[in-house]
């Protein structure tokens, strides 16, 4: 089919508009093929009666009902037939003359050239009601899952001139002042200004358990405050909000089709076209080589071959059944940003993944502080002035350290000239001169001698230097994720045969976080490039399917690199969100395992729906061409197999896919 057409056999997957007569519209849509019904069953219970004594007592002539018979189906015909029309006239103005609505016209016109009467209408009849039953069922799915993901709330109530108004969420500004009551949602990202609040992140994070936050911690956008009125200050615009951001991915998702979408689109384009040509075929060819040829038998074969062959089946399922997988996924807190990334989650076989926020918590405590030529809290200071500048873990530890400090002297120093240099650490000028905070490497590109011992420590160190010399050190204790060990080995129990694991960290720590989580190799003390290095030698090998799992900035090069690119993320960087293909909203490994889970589901159902369509025309396609089904059998097919694909289709949304020890409370 072109394009066109596509659009029109896409129709029943979109969201009708909404006009001020819908309803209406709707109505006469329900209505036409349920009168079409009953007609149908009136006019064969007429037909059976008129052949009986009763019937001819009734109608006198006995010739009176052969004459009105094609008149009263015609009438009941065109009742059914006319909103088909419509659509195929509309069709053929844009150029577009093979499409299901043109297919059903011509078979059933056909059936009435050779006086099948009672058959015409009824193929029209139930395509209608087939077509409403698929509507149905599309428009349920797409609602669920525009349910799920809408949860923007209308209104925000913020602080101004000494009271709380509501306002539109997009006209709040950073910086002000929010009132959430009971039941009600965030409506931008925000600090909690209350001492304690509990909120129900589920629709967001796919977390059923209530989360427990005080004052100062970070609370999303879409949460649902449990049991209390609570106060928060917002942190972002309402358009750079965690829940617009999920929103625009959902969205943008539906624009990026599968290989298996588009190979049916193009399959469709020329289908059509040719089932036409064989329908031709079928009902002239014959005449060339049957001795016992009629042509009202032959055009009738033809016919069957016409209303089995409309394409509905495959052109609304399989597009419907990567959404209802996107959806699934969303229900868990993991966001596809197309169909396409769905048949690559599939294929994995190799999971790569950083460390800092990924295997590990990424919160981050200062532990210790080892200063050789100021006190504590300059060592302290001197690094917070640099690392502020910085979005990693790491440097937000320092300064919160700095701030907690009762001992702090006052403002950080005053710093210009900053840098942050990847995989290293930060670099600033203050007037004590220039100021190095990173690991070992950042103090060997300057030059910086420093104390060995840091080297071989098992936690994460941040050297310090001052003027170009080194100053001392900061230790920083890191947490491994609790779910980490349970779910590599849920990764390899659907068949990820190679988890492998890369840090810019030094090689001691990585090698510790790895064996205690049971990751299969782990290599440390890479910068970007490095880690990009590893990743190409893996996809030198064709049988490799590699997803890469990270959070930082850092992680961008490889994300992108990968066959498919997963970001944590409720701590990732905006860098790592913007250029992966997946992300996980929880943060949590537990995740990924669902991920490949929903991913081949999908792509299961998928297959499904194409083998039964293709399998189930084509036998009957067949039977119809050898005379040996009608019409009645096909329509009833045709419909069938495409409300059978639908139903298939939007079932993924009722499946479990989470870990098993998770349940809802």
């Not at 329900?30 to 004594?53: C, M, N, Q, R, Y």
């Not at 101004?160 to 959430?180: H, K």
């Not at 600090?191 to 509990?198: H, K, P, Q, V």
């Not at 030529?373 to 700095?402: C, D, N, Q, Y």
Request: glycine share 8%; hydrophobic share 45%.
């Amino acid at each position: 089919m072109s394009e066109n057409s596509q659009s029109h056999a896409h129709c029943c997957c979109r969201e009708p508009e909404q006009k001020p007569d819908s309803r209406i519209q709707k109505l006469r849509k329900i209505l036409s093929p349920l009168a079409g019904l009953i007609l149908l069953v009136s006019l064969l219970v007429v037909d059976h009666l008129a052949k009986g004594e009763i019937g001819q007592r009734l109608m006198g002539d006995p010739a009176t009902h052969p004459r009105i018979r094609p008149f009263l189906y015609l009438g009941a015909y065109l009742l059914v037939a006319l909103p088909v029309a419509r659509n195929a006239w509309e069709s053929l103005r844009r150029k577009d003359p093979f499409n299901e609505y043109s297919l059903m016209l011509m078979a059933t016109l056909g059936a009435f050239c050779i006086g099948e009467y009672p058959e015409a209408l009824a193929v029209m009849v139930f395509y209608s009601i087939g077509e409403l039953f698929q509507d149905a069922a599309v428009n349920k799915a797409r609602r669920s899952i525009k349910a799920l993901l809408d949860i923007r709330p209308a209104t925000a109530s913020v602080w101004r001139e000494e009271r709380f108004v509501e306002v539109s969420p997009q006209s709040v500004q950073p910086g002000e002042t929010l009132l959430v009551k009971v039941g009600g949602r965030v409506p931008l990202d925000g600090r909690l200004l209350s001492e304690i609040g509990r909120f129900n992140t589920a629709a967001l994070t796919g977390e059923s358990r209530p989360q427990t936050l005080y004052r100062g911690d970070s609370v999303p956008a879409g949460a649902v405050s449990i049991d209390k009125v609570v106060e928060i200050k917002a942190e972002k615009a309402y358009r750079d909000s965690s829940l617009a951001r999920i929103l625009d991915l959902v969205q943008e998702a539906a624009s990026r089709k599968a290989h298996t979408e588009l190979l049916i689109r193009r399959f469709a384009r020329a289908y059509t076209p040719a089932v036409f040509c064989l329908a031709l075929g079928i009902a002239f060819l014959p005449r060339f080589f049957m001795p016992d040829y009629v042509l009202t038998d032959w055009v009738y074969r033809a016919l069957v071959f016409l209303v089995i062959s409309c394409p509905c089946a495959l052109v609304i399922s399989v597009p419907l059944g990567y959404f209802g997988g996107i959806g699934a996924a969303s229900q868990q807190g993991i966001l596809f940003k197309g169909a396409n990334y769905l048949d690559r989650m599939a294929s994995i076989n190799t999971v790569v993944m950083d460390k800092t926020g990924t295997v590990t918590k990424g919160v981050f405590r200062v532990r210790e502080v080892s200063s050789l030529r100021f006190t504590r809290e300059e060592l302290l200071g001197m690094a917070a002035s640099v690392e502020k500048f910085s979005t990693h873990p790491v440097a937000g530890a320092i300064v919160s350290a700095w701030e907690e400090s009762p001992n702090h002297p006052g403002d950080l120093p005053l710093i210009t000239q900053v840098e942050e240099i990847p995989g290293m650490g930060m670099k600033g000028l203050s007037p004590r001169g220039e100021i190095l905070a990173g690991n070992r490497r950042l103090m060997h590109r300057y030059h910086i001698l420093y104390d060995e011992d840091p080297e071989n420590r098992t936690e994460t160190v941040v050297l310090v230097a001052v003027g170009g010399c080194y100053a001392g050190c900061i230790t920083i204790s890191d947490e491994v994720r609790e779910d980490a060990p349970e779910a590599l080995e849920a990764l390899r129990r659907e068949g990820v045969s190679r988890i492998w694991m890369l840090s810019g960290d030094t090689q001691s720590i990585v090698t510790r976080i790895a064996r205690a989580v049971g990751i299969d190799q782990a290599w440390g003390d890479l910068l970007p490039e490095g880690k990009v290095r590893h990743i190409e030698a893996l996809k030198a090998n064709p049988a490799n399917r590699v997803a890469f799992v990270g959070d930082g900035i850092n992680d961008a090069p490889v994300l992108a690199l990968s066959d498919v690119g997963i970001a944590m993320g409720g701590m990732g960087s905006d860098a790592a969100i913007e250029v992966a293909d997946v992300v996980i909203q929880t943060d949590r490994l537990s995740r990924l395992a669902p991920a490949i889970r929903i991913a081949r589901a999908t792509k299961r159902i998928v297959m499904q729906n194409i083998a039964l369509a293709l399998g189930t025309k084509s036998l009957v396609m067949l039977l119809g061409a050898c005379g040996l089904a009608s019409l009645w059998e096909a329509v009833f097919a045709d419909v069938g197999v495409a409300l059978v694909a639908v139903l298939n289709s939007v079932r993924i949304l009722r499946m479990k896919f989470g870990p098993p020890h998770e349940t809802t409370p």
